[in-house]
């Protein structure tokens, strides 16, 4: 049985860091390759980045470049998502998801949010 498990999550002021953790089982971790993502209250989930199944390279949404960070820890079968710079509207309940795309385009399924296995999510509220 697959799982994948968020946390990390928590109350933070605008202009914090936080880092949530995606920590899988029941896969073979370094096979997949692993997706952050979010929902706000009345919005659709939204994309924010993907890792590659080696951790070596990263595509991220152009909304959290250069804020968000995702890494990869194979041997810990944990996803990371550390936060800098939060602001009001990164409030949501954050996502991990698994997906075993190879190719060019191996981060395309998860960034349409088509992964193969689905975290329950943990909330990020920031505060002003």
């Known amino acids: 049985q697959v799982q994948l498990v968020e946390s990390g999550g928590g109350l933070v002021q605008a202009g914090g860091s936080l880092r949530l953790s995606c920590v899988a089982s029941g896969l073979t971790f370094s096979a997949y390759n692993m997706g952050w993502f979010r929902q706000a209250p009345g919005k659709e989930r939204e994309f924010l980045g993907v890792i590659h199944r080696s951790a070596s390279r990263t595509y991220y949404a152009d909304s959290v470049k250069g804020r968000f960070t995702i890494a990869k820890d194979n041997a810990k079968n944990t996803v990371y998502l550390q936060m800098n710079n939060l602001k009001p509207e990164d409030t949501a309940v954050y996502y991990c998801?698994?997906?075993?795309?190879?190719?060019?385009?191996?981060?395309?399924?998860?960034?349409?949010?088509?992964?193969?296995?689905w975290g329950q999510g943990t909330q990020v509220t920031v505060s002003s």
């Open positions: 998801a698994a997906d075993t795309s190879y190719g060019i385009l191996w981060y395309m399924n998860l960034e349409k949010l088509r992964g193969d296995y």
